[in-house]
């Protein structure tokens, strides 16, 4: 069962697609089209009545907003009264749990009479939240919850459990095992849910305590019979993969990877989660620009990572999204340095890789700058190089050599072979492409391009060979490294690396917007701005 290789064609924009799929893959679009409710059939859509959004606002009301996560009583400065979590209503996520079914029902179907050996319409899906991880003894890390399961619930607490169902009459049912209300536990670890309002909190239909989930998995697979999804590789619960496993051999019914589902669907981003990849992007760019200013000589790479991570958080960013790449000199040749430790010097150049997370989605930059406010010759000639280079890439997206990923590296890997070959760095006599494109991928051997959203890294196993339409985010970052053991390379370039990264979407409209486009790139501007501090402090010591 290649599952990959039929969803690439189905999200694929003149692929042969059945409209079921079609419309789940991207929540905005469903809303006038056929969609299953939880207590609807197949042409009823996913909404909230006054009822239901009366009954939240008074539970809120009651608990004070005291519940396992931030709700818009106790943060209103962060999430609005209409939204679950900051930037997304609870019939978002209704709508994702029904279009996720929809989908996994309709590729079953899609192989005939039977799927995987059995004849059942029906599908159970079960997925893991995140644990609660520790560095050592009681002291945890910071908690951040599953991707996958953050995305079609909303919940922010460890531990939970979500189950799908559908069965043969497409009625799709969603219930979460939660942790039950305990005092004692709540002084330590604060507030929970508990399973007595995560019904009216989070829109599904049941809500159960974690101790019935093998007495109600048992049930709900005896009585549809259906086939069983369930991720065991990525599952962060040892207990629920010891029920699943058991659960599979009792029904005599293999646990299918579902993965590749709520990939495809998190792939195409919702004018909600447009919104958020704009704010994400928005936050990182303007602190970038903040710590390029206030940069100089003699400080510590350690000290624009934690510039970096305040700015971020100032702008109510939660966090960073990944520990930043903060390289000085020499330091810029490694691609994942993370030490973090070096000073930066006078002639230094400094490249930062680094993004935050906001309302769950995160942004990725890297900027590359003079630690002095100017650049050496050396350094000017191969950082105007990329930036032209960059531009060109960006104005392929969705053209002959930018309509995949894949497309964009190959560009990049010839046209930057090429532009090293004008410099000086590539002998004349190279002249084939796929000579001068080796050349390329000898001074930048990564990929340009990753797809980005909840997770940096987002959406692993859809191919980059996959079709760019709207509603992607991915980044765009060529970069070009020198170490100084290159002994064909001029002595001058030697030591120099330099990565120039932005993130960008393809909108509804089909434009592709640079959603860090405010983040400084020019190489004038660039030096204006780092220069900029330098003058501000030396009129403050002359008067």
Partial sequence: MNVLRRLDRLIAPHAHRSPAITTCLWPQRCRNQSSTSSSGGPNSTVTLDASEVRGVAQILRQQR??????????????IRPDELVPGVEMAEFKERRNQLMQNIRAYARSFGGQ????????HMLVLGAASKKYMSGKIPYVFRQNSDFYYLTGCLEPDAVLLLTI????????ELFMRPKDPHAELWDGPRTGPELAVPLFGVTEAHPLAQLATVLAKRAGDLKPHIWFDQKNCDLPSLAENMVR?????????LPAYTFVEAMRLLKSRAEMQLMRRTCDIAARSFNEVMAESRPGQ??????????????????????????????????VI?????????????????????????????ITRTWPAGGRFTEPQRTLYEMLHQLQAEIIGAVMKPGGETLDQLFETTCYKLGKYLQEIGLVAKSVSEYKELAG??????????????GMDVHDTPHVPRNTRLVPGMVFTVEPGIYIGHDCGDVPPEFRGIGIRIEDDLLINEHGQVEVLTD????????????????QRDDSGATAL
């Fill in 167 to 174: 069965d043969e009459a497409q009625s799709v049912q969603s």
């Fill in 439 to 452: 050349q390329g991928y000898r001074f930048c051997p990564h990929h340009v391009s990753h797809y980005l």
């Fill in 115 to 122: 799927f995987n050996g059995h004849s059942s319409a029906s």
């Fill in 65 to 78: 907003g005291n519940l396992g996560q931030p709700t818009s009583v106790s943060h209103p400065h962060l």
């Fill in 247 to 255: 659960l599979s051999g009792q029904e005599q019914r293999p646990l």
């Fill in 336 to 364: 994942h340095y993370v030490s973090n430790s070096q000073l930066l010097g006078p002639h230094d150049l400094v490249l930062m890789d680094a993004g935050c997370e906001y309302g769950g989605y995160t942004s990725d």
């Fill in 518 to 533: 405010a983040c400084v790139k020019d190489p004038r501007a660039l030096q204006e701005l780092c220069q900029q501090r």
């Fill in 300 to 333: 510590s790479e350690h000290h624009l990572f934690a510039a970096i991570d305040y700015k971020c958080r100032m702008r109510n960013a939660s966090h960073l999204a990944y520990p930043p790449v903060v390289a000085a000199g020499q330091n810029a040749t």
